[in-house]
C-alpha cells in the first residue's frame, strides 16, 4: 500500500530564474565591495525571496529576518569564541607556572576545543530555531524550544558512539537528532510531533556505507603512487614533491568526495523518507514525500555540473530548480484552518545564526 496515498503537494513555488540572479549579482558586488561583511544582508535577501515564492493553501510564506540580525549573531559568536580562547590560553599558563605540569597545563586547551565542539554541533539547533520564528504564514510565526547546548552535548555523545560503532549507530544518530529538533518545533500554538525508528533505515545504510568503503579503496589503489611519493617527501627522502604527486592527491579527495555524496543519495532519501513521512504538526496536517534516491541523484548531479561548469554563476539555476524540487516532493494530508491556529507565545531570539555562520556556510540558504 502507497504510504503517500491521500496526500497531496504541499507548497507551491512560482520563484523566477531572472529575479533570483537580479538579486545574486548584486548580493555578489555588494559581498566583494564590502570584502564579505555584506554576506548576511545577502542571505536575508535571498530567503526573503524564497520564502515570498512560496505558497501553502494559497497564501504565502513571509521571511521576517534581518541582516543586521544575522551579523550581531556571528558578532556575538566571534566574542564568545574570541573571549574563551583568551580565558583558556591564560589558564594553560597559569596552571603551568603554578603546577610545572604539562598535563595540567593542557586541560584548559582541551576544554575550549570541547566547547567548540559543543557550540558547533549545537549551532543547526540554533539556527532552526531562528529561522521558525522569522517564518510567518498568516500572521502566525514559528517557534521551538530547548537548549543548543543541551543539543550539541547529546550531538557530540551521539558522535562518540558512532565512532565507537565503526558509524554503525549512525542511523540511530539521525533519528533521535530528528526527534529532538522536530518535538522542540512548533508553529504557532500548533506543535510538531516526531515518532519514528532506525530499523527501517539500516538496509540502505548499509548498502551506502559499503560502497563508500569500496569506492575509497578503489582509489586508494589508483592513487597510491602519489601518496607514497608524498610520504617520501615528508620523509626527506626526495627534496621536493613531485607535483603529479599533490595533483592526484588532490583529485583523490574531490573524487572521493563527490562519489561518497552521489552514493548517500540512495539513504539520504530514505531517510527523508522516514523522517517527513513520521511527522505531523498537531492533529491537523500529516507528512509525507515522494522524493526517491534516484530522483535526488538526478537533482544533485544536474546542480552540481551547473555550479561547476558556470563557475558558481550557475547558483541562481541551481537554487530555482531546489526549490521546486522540494514544493513537488513535500506532501501533506489533511488542511489547518488559519483562524484555529494561536500565535506563538515562544520567545524569539534577538540574533540569528552566529554560531553556524562563524563555524559553517549554513547551506544553501
Not at 579527495?253 to 527523508?272: H, W
Amino acid at each position: 500500500m502507497d504510504q503517500n496515498a491521500g496526500q497531496r503537494p504541499l507548497l507551491t513555488y512560482d520563484g523566477n530564474i531572472g529575479e533570483l540572479y537580479g538579486i545574486f549579482i548584486k548580493n555578489l558586488l555588494l559581498t566583494i565591495v564590502t570584502v564579505g561583511i555584506y554576506r548576511f544582508w545577502a542571505t536575508t535577501a535571498l530567503r526573503r525571496y524564497v520564502w515570498s515564492r512560496m505558497r501553502f493553501q494559497d497564501e504565502r510564506f513571509e521571511y521576517t529576518g534581518t541582516g543586521g540580525e544575522l551579523f550581531k549573531g556571528f558578532l556575538l559568536a566571534m566574542g564568545i569564541l574570541i573571549g574563551s580562547m583568551i580565558v583558556a590560553f591564560v589558564l594553560s599558563g597559569i596552571l603551568r607556572g603554578l603546577t610545572g605540569s604539562v598535563v595540567l597545563g593542557v586541560l584548559p586547551i582541551i576544554a575550549l576545543y570541547a566547547v567548540i565542539a559543543i557550540f558547533a554541533a549545537g549551532a543547526y539547533f540554533s539556527a532552526q530555531r531562528y529561522r521558525l520564528s522569522r517564518t510567518v504564514w498568516c500572521g502566525i510565526r514559528g517557534g521551538m524550544t530547548g537548549s543548543m547546548i543541551r543539543y550539541g552535548v547529546q550531538t557530540l555523545l551521539y558522535g562518540l558512539l558512532c565512532i565507537v560503532t565503526l558509524f554503525q549507530a549512525a542511523p540511530w544518530m539521525t533519528v533521535r537528532l530528528a526527534e529532538l529538533r522536530i518535538n522542540a518545533s512548533s508553529f504557532g500554538s500548533e506543535p510538531f510531533r516526531f515518532q519514528g525508528q532506525a530499523g527501517p533505515l539500516y538496509k540502505a545504510f548499509l548498502v551506502s556505507f559499503i560502497g563508500i568503503v569500496v569506492w575509497a579503496v578503489l582509489l586508494g589503489f589508483f592513487f597510491a603512487k602519489p601518496a607514497l611519493a608524498l610520504f617520501a617527501a615528508e620523509l626527506g627522502r626526495t627534496r621536493q614533491v613531485p607535483p603529479q604527486a599533490a595533483v592526484g592527491l588532490v583529485a583523490f579527495y574531490l573524487l572521493f568526495i563527490v562519489g561518497a555524496l552521489l552514493m548517500r543519495c540512495y539513504y539520504v532519501a530514505k531517510v527523508s523518507q522516514h523522517i517527513v513521512g513520521n511527522t505531523t504538526l498537531g492533529t491537523q496536517l500529516r507528512f509525507g514525500t515522494s522524493i526517491t534516491g534516484q530522483r535526488l541523484l538526478v537533482i544533485v548531479i544536474s546542480n552540481l555540473a551547473i555550479v561547476v561548469f558556470t563557475l558558481g554563476l550557475g547558483f541562481p539555476i541551481a537554487l530555482n530548480r531546489v526549490m521546486h524540487f522540494i514544493a513537488d516532493t513535500l506532501l501533506v494530508e489533511g488542511r489547518v484552518d488559519p483562524q484555529s491556529l494561536g500565535q506563538s507565545n515562544l520567545a524569539a531570539p534577538r540574533t540569528g545564526e552566529g554560531a553556524l555562520n562563524l563555524l559553517d556556510h549554513g547551506g544553501i540558504l
